[in-house]
């Protein structure tokens, strides 16, 4: 599969000037080695939907997420779907856990429009090659990216469905919109997906909670009335 062809939309624009990426990196690479990566960097406007890197395909670029989210999927070997994380940029991701990989063992799908910068992956791994200090810039990225999915597994673990959908609730409200108003970016079925339950049981739970008079729920339009109850229903989860 062509990474291109699932772009909606390409402008290569020069926006680097206030990238954070280049704020971290460049205080190890020389104006030639940054330019060597922004050569071989495409710039990407996305629509939500969009398969930004497919699982199955060659590892070929690292993904910059500059602004918007982004969930992760993976497909098993029996067609069961998880979702490990969602992720909001400013982040540096790829699909695979390891950057020696040779294929994308997740797919990263937009969730919002958003802008994504993809980094070759070759060109990287030479300038990690030969500048150590650049190489552990990105490691301790990647790591970043790698402790979200993994912070987000192990909150939801010991919790039950109760727990796991408030728990969902509040990271929307908390970490991504900082509102006690926002709209859904997924569907019930990829919240199922994304807290390891059945849909019915994400229905079932946000009718509870909206009877219990803890949020209001309109469709994808979400309004949580009570913030401490809804802590407690994860607390107690």
Do not use: W
């Not at 395909?57 to 069961?80: C, F, I, R, W």
């Not at 909001?88 to 937009?110: C, E, H, R, T």
């Amino acid at each position: 599969m062509n990474i291109e062809s699932l772009i909606s939309e390409s402008k290569h624009v020069s926006i680097c000037d206030n990238c954070s990426f280049k704020d971290q990196i460049c205080r190890y690479i020389s104006s030639n080695e940054f330019l060597e990566l922004k050569i071989h960097t495409k710039v990407n406007f996305v629509r939500k939907g969009h398969i930004i890197i497919a699982q199955g395909d060659p590892m070929t670029h690292v993904l910059y997420l500059s602004t918007g989210l982004v969930k992760l999927e993976h497909v098993s070997a029996n067609k069961q779907i998880q979702i490990p994380a969602l992720i909001k940029g400013p982040a540096l991701l790829s699909g695979n856990y390891q950057i020696s990989g040779d294929k994308n063992v997740l797919s990263v799908v937009a969730v919002e429009e958003s802008e994504v910068c993809l980094i070759n992956i070759a060109v990287m791994r030479n300038r990690m090659n030969t500048n150590a200090q650049f190489a552990m810039t990105i490691f301790e990225m990647l790591s970043a990216f790698h402790q979200r999915v993994l912070d987000k597994q192990l909150a939801l673990a010991c919790k039950r469905v109760p727990g796991r959908i408030a728990g969902i609730l509040l990271l929307f409200r908390e970490k991504f919109y900082k509102s006690d108003t926002f709209s859904f970016p997924l569907t019930r079925r990829e919240i199922a997906h994304l807290t390891l339950c059945r849909e019915e049981n994400v229905i079932r739970n946000l009718s509870s909670l909206e009877e219990d008079g803890i949020i209001e729920v309109h469709g994808k339009a979400v309004k949580i009335l009570d913030v401490p109850r809804l802590q407690k229903v994860y607390d107690l989860g």
